[in-house]
């Protein structure tokens, strides 16, 4: 009775959205692993997969960005923690929470049916998932239907353990050899998070809880090995670095296999607690580094001593201990108990191409290819160099890939000892026949002493087209500056070898190469006289040694012109093939420093396709931001202080200037004051000061008792008018 009902259980979660809840949605892992549940039905990894449904699935994994989009009905709700609040809510979860009370995380674990905790890249989690299964399992008298709780752990936790068979190293340990397991000193906490998951859940009609023991992840962004393919496809150095001496089988898994099992865990509830999840491949460290440098970098590896890790940036501690582990596992149950729509079951260099491509989309590395077209002095080299400064792009230049060309034939006729550390037989599968390239540089160099130090275009072709399919133009990109020329070099350069017998089948339009095509095309322009004005206006020092000598410009520029005006050019090519060129006339612009031009182009082209700014760049850009920043501070400060220095001055000239005038009125009043006082003084003096007088001292002699009266009466009998 009790496994019918157990059996009953998986059929009624077919039939109801489940929530699903995944600490730390933003990292690698678990954002990978809750993308892929959030497109899967619950209950799908019931059925038996048949092969038209793999069929499918190999068609959505080429675009899972598409096909995750949007949430189908019945499929799984994604809820869960991120690291940070200024991290915005992925697409595919519901809900996410950051930097909750442990009380609020509480309350949201309990909405969810499936708690699933990876610590896989953040071992401070591991403390986090201890406590979550500890307070579920207090909670799990009360829970109305079954919870399950998934630890998503790595297999470092038997990176010690030892071997089941001392005279056969290299018999794998399974599932069912968990109790031997013996963990890396640095994955302590991990084991003791395994340790206490497992000890709960035992009452699995309520709670059930498993343990995912998984491999070095691998797939989409990149995970660890994100190291090697970004160092590999930068192209900055001449082999991959292998540490130490690379047979050490490392355990791994794609991230997307990792999901399926997870969603085989959650849809079938089996029995075994713990469970392996690696794929079939047996790697080592050696395999996966050739394997990356053979698919996207410079074909050679080199071993390093172990400790050379540690200089490698973009690798943890956690991640060098994967890489340095030495470990065969077998996931046994899931292989022969779930059904996994796997996506490199195989394991990593069997499904390189696959990987590599969605490593390429998720990460948006594709390569910008631009070729540059346009009469002698438009403008080309210089618009060239600002673009592929700005693009990260590779600058090719016809005379530098045919002196790049004949050395690297002359390096190769040259002896040359094996340098220590290479791979052993690498020399001899890259080792090109030296007599044939003996017969080549005697050709070339006949070549140019028949045509007066010019090169026949079947090198040219053979060299230019040899660089665009160079590892560092298949991944970067390209800007070809002024070639092909012709109508016949694009289409030789740019045409496929191997289809040269279904050109007549397909009509006019040849095949071409959709390797190295160029995306974008621009064709400049200018007048004759703009062009003759340009060149004559330059320095003598620019002008010596170049063809912008006056003969060999005018020769130049009117051979341009003579092959621009047939009826087949190399623009009519590129209009042929759907690639219409960008027109700009940079004459009309008049910008000597192109800077519209390039503006324009930019437009175009669009934005930078590549990892972005490295962290020298981004310290380089934030201190020049930070002087620019200072410096039109202390402009805007010395401006301030002019200002204020010229409105002080302007104000002590307005109040010396008021304090003027005002002395000037005030000097004006009491001149015109003294002017207007004589006539009244000379009246005063003549008629009425002598008669006063004389009262005034008759006054003081006689003393009256009211002298005012006296002297009135003295004024009135002594008036000279009346006498």
């Known amino acids: 009775m009790a496994e019918e009902e157990e059996s009953a259980a998986p059929a009624e979660k077919a039939i109801r959205i489940q929530r699903v809840f995944i600490n730390l949605l933003d990292s690698y892992s678990s954002r990978n692993i809750g993308k892929f549940l959030s497109n899967c039905v619950v209950g799908a990894s019931l059925e038996e997969i048949t092969e038209e449904e793999e069929e499918d699935d190999e068609n959505k994994s080429a675009m899972p960005e598409a096909s995750m989009a949007k949430l189908k009905e019945g499929t799984f709700q994604i809820v869960g923690t991120l690291s940070k609040l200024d991290v915005p809510r992925p697409e595919f979860a519901v809900e996410a929470y950051c930097g909750m009370s442990q009380e609020d995380l509480l309350l949201r674990l309990l909405e969810c049916d499936v708690i699933i905790y990876n610590i896989t890249e953040s071992p401070q989690q591991a403390e986090e998932a201890i406590w979550a299964v500890s307070v579920l399992n207090e909670e799990s008298s009360h829970f109305e239907k079954r919870k399950v709780f998934i630890l998503v752990s790595t297999v470092m936790t038997w990176a010690r353990s030892k071997p089941l068979d001392p005279d056969d190293s290299e018999v794998p340990f399974t599932e069912e050899d968990y109790r031997r397991r013996k963990q890396h000193p640095n994955f302590l906490d991990h084991i003791n998070a395994e340790k206490m998951v497992l000890k709960f859940g035992k009452n699995v009609r309520k709670f059930t809880t498993y343990v995912v023991a998984a491999g070095l992840q691998y797939g989409m962004e990149g995970g660890i090995l994100h190291a090697f393919f970004k160092l590999a496809w930068l192209g900055e150095v001449p082999a991959l670095p292998v540490f130490g001496d690379g047979t050490n089988v490392i355990p791994a898994i794609h991230i997307l296999d990792l999901a399926g099992v997870i969603q085989n865990i959650i849809d079938h509830v089996p029995k075994l607690r713990y469970l392996v999840a690696v794929d079939e491949s047996v790697h080592t460290l050696e395999d996966f580094v050739k394997c990356i440098s053979r698919s996207t970098g410079p074909g050679k590896i080199q071993k390093v001593p172990k400790e050379n890790a540690f200089l490698t940036k973009d690798l943890t501690q956690e991640n060098i201990d994967h890489l340095l582990v030495n470990l065969r596992m077998e996931a046994l149950f899931v292989k022969e108990n779930f059904n996994i729509r796997w996506f490199a079951q195989a394991g990593f ?54 002196s790049e060309a004949i050395a690297k034939l002359e390096a190769i006729i040259t002896p040359k000892d094996v340098t220590e550390g290479e791979e052993e037989g690498e020399e001899e599968e890259e080792e090109d026949n030296v007599e044939d390239a003996q017969e080549l540089l005697e050709g070339i160099k006949e070549s140019m002493d028949q045509n007066a130090g010019r090169l026949e275009d079947q090198y040219i072709i053979r060299f230019m087209k040899e660089k665009l399919k160079s590892m560092p133009c298949r991944n970067q990109g390209y800007i070809l500056d002024g070639f092909p020329k012709t109508y016949d070099q694009a289409k030789d350069l740019f045409s496929q070898e191997d289809e040269e017998e279904e050109e007549e089948v397909r009509g006019k339009m040849f095949p071409y190469d959709k390797l190295i095509i160029p995306e974008f095309v621009c064709a400049l322009d200018a007048s004759d006289e703009f062009l003759k004005e340009r060149v004559m206006n330059l320095p003598e020092s620019i002008v010596t040694g170049t063809h912008y000598s006056q003969d060999r410009f005018l020769r130049s520029l009117s051979n ?161 008018e009346t006498q």
């Open 349 to 402: 260099v069997e499904n390189i191409n696959s990987i590599l491509k969605e490593y390429k989309q998720s990460r948006r590395l594709l390569p910008i290819k631009i070729c540059i077209l346009g009469p002698p002095a438009v403008g080309k080299s210089s618009i060239a160099e600002v673009l592929a400064k700005y693009y990260k792009l590779h600058h090719i230049k016809m005379k530098d890939v045919i």
């Open 560 to 720: 341009y012109r003579d092959v621009n005006t047939e009826d087949e050019t190399v623009l009519n090519y590129f209009d042929e093939l759907e690639i219409h060129p960008i027109h700009i006339d940079v004459g009309r612009l008049e910008d000597a420093q192109n800077r519209l031009a390039i503006k324009q182009l930019i437009k175009e082209v669009g934005e930078p396709r590549n990892y972005g700014l490295t962290d020298e760049e981004k310290a380089e850009e934030e201190r020049k931001a930070a002087e620019e920043r200072l410096a039109r501070e202390a402009l805007e400060e010395a401006e301030r202080e002019h200002k204020e220095a010229v409105e002080t001055a302007e104000k002590v000239a307005r109040w010396e200037e008021w304090n003027k005038r005002l002395e000037e009125v005030k000097r004006e009043e009491r001149e015109l004051l003294e002017a207007q006082s004589i006539p009244l003084r000379n009246y005063l003096m003549t008629y009425v000061m002598p008669t006063l007088m004389q009262g005034l001292n008759e006054c003081c002699k006689v003393r009256p008792d009211d002298p005012v009266d006296f002297l009135a009466e003295y004024l009135f009998k002594n008036n000279p």
